[in-house]
């Protein structure tokens, strides 16, 4: 895939993370009930992070959460 095309699925795939933590702050102080919104928003911004990353840094992440999982029991 081309590295502009993995760029902008990374930029595209933070922005709607940074949108969703948004939207989690007007949850808390108004208490409106927007989770479903919030749900499918938050996937299709990981598939977009998870498209714009290279195989090696998912293996990288991978690990990492193996290795905290496993540590932490």
Do not use: H
């Not at 590295?3 to 993370?17: A, R, S, T, V």
């Amino acid at each position: 895939m081309n590295n502009d095309i993995k760029g902008m699925c990374l930029f595209l795939g933070f922005i709607g993370l940074g949108y969703v933590l948004f939207l989690m702050l007007i949850v808390a102080f108004t208490g409106v009930k927007i989770v479903k919104s919030i749900l499918l928003i938050s996937m299709l911004s990981s598939l977009l992070v998870s498209v714009g990353l290279t195989s090696t840094v998912k293996n990288r992440i991978l690990v990492f959460v193996k290795s905290a999982f496993i540590a932490g029991k």
